[in-house]
């Protein structure tokens, strides 16, 4: 496992479940709780990069794909492990996920305060 794949797999977990544990924290249904992240992560998923590359789709999809955490977790994931990609994309993705998953920390920190 190379150093960058080790690190984005260790931030990328973390990173998530913080942005889960924001929504845990304020939503009191599981229920509620199920929809609100599975709409979510299907609509992040949808726009990524994950299973179709971004370059062929129309504007406004290429600029919803750049902007979201999930491509630049998959395009560092998919150069760290095959190569693939931009090498001077890969280290603003990689902050890029660095800032996501602290603010989504902070926001968990934030949403277990205004729980208390």
Known sequence: ????????????TA??????AIFAV?????????????????VLLFASSMFYPVEPLPAAFR???RANP???????????TVGLGDPALVPLQVVGFGVF????FAG???ALKTDA
């Open 63 to 65: 600029i919803a794909a």
């Open 26 to 42: 304020l939503i009191r249904r599981n229920d509620a709780f199920n929809t609100v992240t599975s709409v979510l992560y299907f």
């Open 108 to 110: 968990a920190l934030a």
């Open 70 to 80: 999930i491509t630049w977790q998959v395009d560092v994931l998919r150069y760290a």
């Open 15 to 20: 990173g998530w479940f913080f942005v889960y």
């Open 101 to 104: 998953t602290a603010a989504a």
């Open 1 to 12: 496992m190379t150093p960058l794949m080790a690190v984005m797999v260790i931030v990328g």
